[in-house]
């Protein structure tokens, strides 16, 4: 669309992008001195001022704006159109334009819209003024959005009524599929009388933001109640209103509500011990939702796209029961299991296990996906102690690399492993490469356990126990900055890190197991799902956080 603006003195615009639009104009203050209803007014010639670009239509419609002004106003009230406007002194004797254009980027709104004039009868004569537009938001049709009014110091402050003694008010407006074909209409009315309507073409852009300031140039707006309506073509489009008075400080239309910040929720799979066996669940990690899956799965582990949850199957993980009615699964024994976690299965009759070649090691307690995706980590006993074994997540590929250690945790790039042992006569928390090489000891002592590296890999939680009495600690993966998270009377282990950097682990503090949350210097520990009893062996009870 091409612009209406004069080269000299405007800034050509584009019209597939959205602008904002001020204007200015003074009218002579011999115009304003119309003191009664009967007064008669005629108006100036009008000049353009050096820097203003050339605008008839507007000039004109805003001489008739101040015919229809002087009458309804005593003096010191005068005519409000697009842009800035003053109530101008005595020497000034020529209406002036001039104007600023800064392109913005913003997302265009229309007000509610219904149908006829507020301020019109069916006779055409003036009624109460109120807000509501009465052209319909449709693909192409001409919209502008809601009136808003704000002090001029405070842009961002809108408000529908101002103290008096108020100088200077900003309107601003959004408007859309506007074009030099439209007709536009600005009605404005003063404690519900008409005092000014004035009709020109659209001659700005096609969509945008129009501002424009509302002052006398000498001192205070009059008080009174003031509205304000657009016509597009005849039609109501929007409308307006503020009002000005001396009750009190100016109340300005609430400030939208700050956004609560949501706690972010993950999937949290873990197990709860019967006495028997390990029953899994699945639940958020605020606690809510809890889903029992299966009995007899323990240690499991997300896959990174959250379709599977791979855990250790206990003997008789094969046969499920619900309501007496027994479910087998061929091909699946105690070992690494996978099952289709997308959607969760509702019940036991909606399950879908799977296990590949290699898989069925009964000495495992635990599966690790490794944040890649590709490959299990796991611990089994296949004889002469435990190690950390690797299968592939897509295949049936096992790995040659056996790390000597139990109780892994992979890095954030999948490159690396943390785990327990005691190789070379030194026990404590190592870490090795996946390919068994590069084996780094990070902490010293034999009561390290359970380690869980951090998503962003800058910390390593792990349980120690001193005294008795486990708790949880992180350090950094050079062996620096060794933290103690938690003091309570009572375990506290099993930490897993989620995707925000906070920590879940499990704890018997009160005497009986439950999984608590805790940031992760170990602030705002909190329970989040009670009775989640852990079995004698507590790698069967390692949980799974889906990142």
């Known amino acids: 669309m091409p612009d209406s603006h004069q080269p000299d003195a405007f800034s050509e615009v584009n019209p597939s992008e959205q602008e904002t639009i001020a204007r200015k104009i003074e009218l002579p203050a011999e115009l304003l001195e119309a003191n009664s209803p009967g007064g008669e007014v005629s108006p100036p010639a009008a000049s ?35 842009g800035t406007v003053f109530w101008g002194d005595s020497n000034n004797n020529a209406v002036a334009a001039a104007a600023t254009t800064e392109p913005v980027k913003v997302k265009i709104t229309s007000s509610t819209n219904k149908t006829g004039s507020p301020h019109e009868n069916q006779s055409g004569d003036p009624v109460s003024p109120t807000k509501q537009p009465d052209v319909s938001v449709e693909a192409g049709t001409p919209v502008m959005g809601e009136i808003k009014f704000a002090p001029k110091t405070d842009p961002l402050r809108v408000q529908d009524s101002f103290k008096t003694g108020v ?24 404690d519900s009388q008409e005092i000014s309507r004035s009709t020109q073409p659209w001659l700005e852009g096609e969509s945008g933001v129009y501002e424009y300031v509302i002052e006398t140039g000498q001192g205070p707006l009059p008080e009174g109640q003031w509205d304000l309506e657009f016509y597009i073509n005849e039609h109501l489009v929007t409308s307006g209103s503020f009002e000005i008075s001396g009750e009190g400080e100016a109340r300005h239309q609430p400030d939208p509500p700050e956004p609560v910040e949501v706690a972010k929720v993950f999937k949290l799979a873990y197990t709860k011990w ?41 003997e008789g993980v094969d046969h499920q029961y619900i309501n007496g009615q027994r479910y087998s699964f061929t091909g699946v024994t105690n070992g690494i299991v996978r099952l289709d976690a997308s959607p969760l299965p509702a019940n036991v009759s909606q399950l879908n296990l799977a296990q590949g070649h290699g898989w069925n090691d009964g000495t495992a307690r635990w599966a690790n996906v490794s944040p890649d995706g590709s490959m299990i980590a796991y611990d089994g006993d296949r004889g002469g102690g435990r190690r950390v074994y690797f299968l592939g997540t897509n295949s049936n590929q096992q790995f040659r690399y056996e790390i000597i250690g139990e109780q892994a945790d ?18 404590g928390l190592w870490i090795s490469n996946r390919t068994d090489s590069g084996h780094m000891r990070l902490t010293v002592g034999g009561a390290d356990s359970f380690p869980a590296w951090s998503p962003d890999g800058n910390t390593i939680a792990f349980s120690r126990d001193v005294g008795g009495n486990v708790d949880i600690y992180t350090v950094k993966p050079d062996g620096s900055e060794l933290t103690q998270l938690t003091n309570a009377p009572g375990h506290d282990t099993l930490p897993e890190f989620l995707p925000t950097g ?13 999984i608590w949350k805790m940031d992760g210097d170990g602030s705002n520990q909190t329970l989040i799902i009670a009775n989640a009893p852990v ?10 956080v889906l990142q």
């Open 167 to 190: 100088v200077t008010i900003l309107a601003t407006f959004e408007y859309n599929n506007l074009s030099p074909d439209d007709t536009w209409t600005q009605v404005w009315y003063h």
């Open 502 to 514: 906070e920590i879940v682990f499990r704890s018997a503090r009160g005497g009986q197991w439950n």
């Open 274 to 314: 019967d006495g028997e066996k390990h029953n899994l669940y699945v639940s958020d990690s605020n606690g809510s939702y809890e889903q029992f899956i299966l009995r007899g799965g323990a240690g499991p582990s997300w896959s990174p796209d959250g379709q599977h949850l791979f855990f250790y199957g206990e």
């Open 535 to 544: 079995g004698p062996e507590w790698s069967f009870s390692r949980m799974g």
């Open 48 to 82: 353009l001022q050096g820097g203003a670009r050339s605008n008839k239509t507007m000039l004109w419609g805003g001489i008739g704006c101040i015919l229809l002004l002087c009458v309804g106003l005593l003096g010191g009230v005068g005519l409000m159109t697009a």
């Open 410 to 427: 992979w890095s954030p790039d999948s490159q690396q492993i943390v785990y327990r042992s005691g190789r070379n006569n030194q026990t």
